[in-house]
């Protein structure tokens, strides 16, 4: 039996139109369900390569931003014992200021004394323990080459360098600050020394939380610059992969359209078939 040409015609026209329109129809539902139009490596090449780039930087620099915010919680921990510590040196100088008064008994020196002693050991007790995620950090631990540096800590290719500021602080123990110095207040001159002691250390401690704001701010505006970046690259991520649903859903209804169109051909292309086989014998 011979083959008729315009129904062959007709049947891989229909066959191949309903295969496009399949797959239209499967690429739009999935992008409507995924609500991202890169499902496939052959939606957008460009686009996806683009894309993914992007969300290995973002996600590098979310890590960044975490570290940072990390940094500055540490220098809000070393603040905080080191403002401590100043209010103890500030008691320590009361002390020893009401030492030296000419009016104060033996007795009354003894007693102040006693306290006096017992602040130097708080103070001690402060720049041992004041820790962040067990680094100590009024110990002298972070100094020199242990310093922590934000451009060490923005420690990634695509993220925004500084002029490197670090965070450096010395020991703020009682040795550290009194120059090594064992102070008492049981004498008038004894009294008299240490209150000029104490007034070299409260300016070390003031240097030392002048550092350290300085540092915490310069970390607080390099997360900022960070979360800046990342917002923008989330944006031009979602410009590029994001569905658009509205095109979406009008891709599969017009791929919806072509199939029935492709079915219906292909149809009366089967029934028209044998009758025009008939027709020409």
Known sequence: MAIDPISSNIATAAQSGLQRSNNRLQAALASLVSGTKLNRASDDVAALSIASKLQSETAALRQVSSNLAQVASLSQVADGGAAQIQDALQKLKDLAQQ???????????????????????????????????GKKLLDGSISGDNAISVNQTVAAEDAPSNDDEALSIPSLSTGSLFSGQSLDILSASGALQASAVIDEALSKVSTARADIGSFQQVANFAAANVDTIVANQQAAVSELSDTDFAAAASEASQARILREAALAIQAQGNRLSPALLKLIG
Request: proline share 3%; aromatic share 6%; no cysteine.
């Open 99 to 133: 030492a030296n008064a000419p009016i104060v008994s033996e007795d009354n020196r003894k007693a102040l004394n006693q306290q006096f002693q017992q602040l130097k050991a708080e103070i001690d007790r402060i720049s041992e323990n004041t820790s962040f995620n």
